[in-house]
C-alpha cells in the first residue's frame, strides 16, 4: 500500500514538471523577440552609456583628488 501511493506521488511531481515545461513553452511563443539590428542599437547605446558615466566618475574622481591633494598639502 505504501508503494502504491510512492508510485501516485512520483505520477503527480512527474505530471507537474511536465505541465511546467509546457506552460513554459507557451510563454516562451509569446514572448516579442528583438531583432539583431535592435539588439546590436541596444548593445551599443549601454556600452557608450556606461563610457560616459565612467568619464564622467573619473573627471568627478580625478577633481576631489587635485582638491584633497591642494588643501591637505
Known sequence: MAE?????SL???ANK???LFKEVKSELKKVVWLTRKQLINNTI??????LLFGIIIW???FGFARIFEFTFK
Open 11 to 13: 505520477k503527480q511531481i
Open 59 to 61: 573627471i568627478v574622481d
Open 17 to 19: 514538471i511536465v505541465k
Open 4 to 8: 502504491k501511493g510512492k508510485e501516485s
Open 45 to 50: 547605446a549601454v556600452f557608450a552609456i556606461c
